[in-house]
């Protein structure tokens, strides 16, 4: 899931990595609103605001969403470096670093939300969208920009021309792709609604405030090293076979 890449990845991997990062991008998405009243998973209205107040004159203002996207921006950019840099060594499993690195900013915030009073919420929210943009990143190099899950927008796009193209028999060769298309789609807005539901449940209604951000990171660690340890089980089952056939 976190490791395959390529010809090597199929339509299983991608859709397991989607609904997880697709319902960590849910809560985080949530518990940002719920917290500072501001999207923190994608950039799309920050961007409309910046130009609204450059529009009027009013760069001080527009400052702060410029900083949103700058944040987004820094974070896909690290996530990216740190996997270039990195992806010549076999043996490490260079998604882990950004995937540790946003899941450490999650734990971070949720942790301190109960030590202090959270007064700079610009810097929180920057925080979240660097962590939302190492996630964006790392998640469409791995499945080859087949994957995102931190906005919904581009989501419902493709999948309206998805279901269009359904529509024409011509079309009937590329059928098993549109219907894995729609699927892997459908996967991720039902898991971002999910971690949404779920997000918002535990910060309102639980009242764990910001720590509903420690859950989050918590279940992706917990899917990152299920994952790595899967794979280092296959990979021994692998060998122990390969002896016994040579034997």
């Known amino acids: 899931?976190?490791?395959?890449?390529?010809?090597?990845?199929?339509?299983?991997?991608?859709?397991?990595?989607?609904?997880?990062?697709?319902?960590?991008?849910?809560?985080?998405?949530?518990?940002?609103?719920?917290?500072?009243?501001?999207?923190?998973?994608?950039?799309?209205?920050?961007?409309?605001?910046?130009?609204?107040?450059?529009?009027?004159?009013?760069?001080?203002?527009?400052?702060?969403?410029?900083?949103?996207?700058?944040?987004?921006?820094?974070?896909?950019?690290?996530?990216?470096?740190?996997?270039?840099?990195?992806?010549?060594?076999?043996?490490?499993?260079?998604?882990?670093?950004?995937?540790?690195?946003?899941?450490?900013?999650?734990?971070?915030?949720?942790?301190?939300?109960?030590?202090?009073?959270?007064?700079?919420?610009?810097?929180?929210?920057?925080?979240?969208?660097?962590?939302m943009g190492l996630q964006n990143s790392f998640v469409t190099k791995i499945s080859n920009a087949v994957v995102r899950t931190t906005h919904l927008t581009g989501l419902f796009t493709d999948l309206g021309i998805d279901l269009s193209l359904l529509c024409f028999p011509k079309l009937a060769p590329q059928k098993e792709l549109l219907k894995s298309n729609i699927k892997l789609r459908v996967y991720i807005i039902l898991f971002f609604f999910a971690g949404g539901l779920i997000g918002g449940f535990f910060y309102s209604k639980l009242d764990l405030k910001l720590n509903t951000l420690i859950l989050a990171a918590l279940f992706l660690l917990a899917s990152l090293f299920f994952d790595d340890f899967r794979y280092k089980v296959i990979k021994t089952r692998r060998k122990y076979y390969q002896k016994k056939k040579v034997q």
């Not at 899941?103 to 202090?116: A, D, K």
């Open 1 to 131: 899931m976190f490791r395959h890449q390529g010809k090597s990845r199929t339509l299983k991997h991608n859709l397991r990595i989607a609904t997880i990062l697709s319902f960590v991008a849910g809560i985080v998405n949530v518990s940002g609103f719920l917290a500072f009243k501001q999207l923190t998973t994608n950039v799309t209205g920050h961007f409309a605001l910046f130009i609204y107040d450059v529009a009027n004159f009013d760069f001080w203002k527009g400052t702060i969403y410029f900083l949103y996207i700058f944040s987004f921006l820094l974070g896909s950019f690290l996530s990216s470096f740190l996997i270039e840099k990195y992806s010549e060594n076999k043996k490490l499993n260079v998604f882990v670093l950004p995937t540790v690195i946003e899941c450490l900013v999650l734990i971070s915030i949720g942790l301190i939300s109960n030590f202090m009073e959270l007064e700079y919420a610009n810097l929180i929210i920057c925080l979240l969208l660097f962590a």
